[in-house]
Structures are given as C-alpha cells and as structure tokens.
C-alpha cells in the first residue's frame, strides 16, 4: 500500500473509531435516540453558507430542520430547495423555537456575527459547526472552549 498522510490518518481514525467505548460515543449523539436522523439548523444560507449546507443535507441521516438568514431573497432561494425545512430571519427566534428538537447547527454568517452565535448553541448543548474565524475576540475564544468542554459538545 502507498502510505501517504491521508491513507495514514484514515486507518488511525477507523482504528479510534473501532475502539471507542460506547460511553464515549460522539456527543452529536447525546441527546437522541442512535437510530434517529440527526436534525440540523443553518444560520445563513447564501454564498459559503449554500455551499456548507448543501454539504450537510447530502448526508443520508441528517435533516435540515431549520434555515435563518436575515435576507429574505435568500431564504427564498433556500425554502425552495429545503421545503420540509422551518425558516427564519432571526437566529435567535430559531434558537428558542427549535432549541430543543435540533442536534447541531451550522454558523455561515459575516464573520463579526460568529461568537454570538456559536455561544448561543453552545449555551442550548448543541453542536457547533463555524465559518472562520470563530471569533475576532480572545476572551470570546476562551468562553467558547470553556462552554464546548463544559456542555460536552463539538466544535
């Protein structure tokens, strides 16, 4: 076999991944029953945002749930091509309405919005995926590996 950095890095994976206990399952897991299909939220949905989510709802066992961007052309283009999704102009109003049926969510916003709402999952014990840079904060970087590690989720 032609060992390159990629080849090497997937055996270790399945190998951690063959080993883990079930105690430490993934966290995306924690709160759902395992045979249940993952329930996604996206805050943003133009541009990079498209491209993350599309990536997302590719996956057999993840549902889009919950699209929020505060462009309604956007959202438009969005309901069309998530129609079982619930849309919304205000991350927060989705984050208390749907706080608790969502799994993870993803932050595809202008970047100076990242924190606030990476915190704010993080604060509901949802997983976390985010556009770069997380934050443009020090201390919002600290309370963000602080809260991850505390809620147990993945960042």
């Known amino acids: 076999m032609n060992l390159t950095r990629r080849n090497f890095l997937s055996s270790i994976g399945a190998v951690g991944a063959a080993t883990m206990p079930i105690a430490g399952f993934p966290a995306i897991l924690k709160r759902r029953n395992p045979n249940a299909m993952l329930s996604h939220a996206a805050i943003g949905c133009a541009h990079q945002a498209a491209s993350d989510l599309s990536s997302f709802a590719s996956h057999p066992d993840l549902n889009v749930t919950a699209v929020c961007d ?10 069309k091509r998530y129609p079982r999704a619930r849309f919304y102009r205000d991350a927060f ?4 309405a749907e706080g608790n049926k969502i799994d ?3 932050v595809s916003t202008p ?9 704010e999952a993080l604060n509901r014990g949802l997983n976390v995926y985010a556009q770069k840079p997380l934050c443009h904060d020090l201390g919002d970087c600290r309370r963000i590996e602080k809260l991850a590690s505390e809620k147990k989720a993945v960042t």
């Open 104 to 106: 993870s969510v993803n």
């Open 111 to 119: 970047d100076h919005t990242h924190a606030q709402y990476i915190v």
């Open 70 to 79: 505060v462009d309604s052309s956007y959202l438009a283009v969005a309901r």
């Open 93 to 96: 109003e989705m984050f208390a």
